[in-house]
């Protein structure tokens, strides 16, 4: 007589080799796959007899839920999905950091992508956020023009908020900052110390190489800030020129040419905003390399406080941003979302104006 072996795909109960499957719990109750997957996902129609004997099942396997198997089944997650621009830049490591442990007191978790600024790698960052289903997403756009990702992704049941960066043509809440009105303080700074030949350098993904020229495309925090900058030129009756200012792509080498260039001027600048902390550093390299000293020769006052600006010496100025109630609000901004209300107004925080020893008073 021959015996029939029931193999561990037939079997209702768990080998020791494998835990137990979806399957092998509806097998045991005596249901289909997707009754089990609704009972026990406490979701569409299954009657209370025949969730009770899933349930007793599931305990009998030691069977564990998939939650994110669980939550795509219903369309839904409990990830929140965020795209930086440079997670290496203290600005957005911190904003992270924020995005992470409000996501977290709210019951979210967090899938982070980084696209160096890249159009291409946004583009399919978010989609696969979208396939993954999140159920939000905060971005930093890299791009105010090429746009249609982000608005596929933030139409109909989509969620989004982006960071840092405005796009104005999407209806999506952005939470910034007024670096506009941090630039104009910044070089009101200068000129209150009497200097008067101010230089701008500006990091742009929009940038192929250091140029004298706004390049296409340039995201809207470094054209506020380049505006801001003009415009407390334009009121103390001070020029701009070429040679004094540089938009340069977030390249170390490229950005200390930048520098090198603007302080090799005859005359030079005595006083140099930078738009970023991959700038100051930058121009501290080229002062080096130039023989001028930061605080003595060149004043310098950069946006962003890192780790290090007020370490040195001496100390730098910075434009300082507040990297983390950002981060908060964009998550609080998103969550509402998800929730069901509106999307809410764009939030546009103030900037505080850090006076160290880098900004000295040029004597008459």
């Known amino acids: ?30 249901v289909s796959r997707a009754t089990a997957a609704r009972a026990l996902g406490g979701y569409g129609l299954v009657t209370e ?11 009998t396997l030691n069977y564990r839920l998939n939650e994110a198997a669980r939550a795509m089944r219903a369309g839904r997650t409990q990830v929140i999905g965020v795209v930086l621009a440079d997670i290496s830049n203290s600005f957005f490591a911190s904003a992270a950091r ?50 249609e990702h982000l608005q596929k992704a933030g139409a109909g049941e989509g969620r989004m908020v982006l960071l840092d960066r405005r796009i104005a043509d999407i209806p999506v809440s952005a939470v910034t900052t007024d670096d506009r009105g941090g630039a104009r303080e910044a070089v009101e700074l200068f000129i209150a110390r009497r200097h008067t030949r101010i230089g701008l350098v500006v990091l742009t993904a929009a ?70 902390e991959e700038i100051a550093i930058g121009v501290l390299a080229a002062c080096r390399a130039l023989n001028l000293a930061v605080g003595r020769d060149v004043a310098l006052i950069s946006f962003d406080e890192s780790p290090w600006s007020g370490a040195l010496t001496p100390a730098i100025s910075v434009v300082q941003r507040p990297i983390h109630e950002m981060g908060r609000a964009a998550v609080n901004l998103l969550v509402r979302q998800i929730q069901g209300g509106e999307a809410g107004r764009d939030v546009e925080m103030p900037t505080i104006l850090i006076d160290r020893e880098s900004v000295f008073d040029l004597a008459p």
């Open 207 to 276: 940038a192929t190489s250091h140029r004298q020229s706004e390049p296409r495309g340039a995201v809207s925090s470094a054209r506020d800030r380049v505006l801001g900058a003009r415009e407390a030129l334009a009121a103390a009756g001070l020029d701009l020129p070429k040679d004094w200012l540089r938009y340069t792509p977030n390249n170390p080498q490229m950005i200390i040419d930048a520098a090198t260039s603007i302080l090799s001027a005859d005359p030079r600048p005595t006083a140099i905003l930078a738009t970023c």
């Open 49 to 59: 007899e025949t969730r009770e004997r899933v349930a007793a099942a599931a305990r």
């Open 98 to 147: 924020a995005i992470i442990d409000t996501c977290a007191s709210l019951g979210y978790q967090t899938l982070i992508v980084n696209t160096d600024d890249d159009l291409k790698t946004e583009i399919e960052a978010v989609q696969t956020l979208m396939e993954k289903r999140v159920a939000g997403m905060i971005v930093v756009p890299s791009s105010p023009d090429h746009n």
């Open 1 to 30: 007589m021959t015996q029939n072996k029931k193999t561990d795909e037939e079997s209702p109960r768990a080998g020791p080799s494998r835990p137990a499957r979806l399957l092998d719990v509806a097998r045991l109750a005596k």
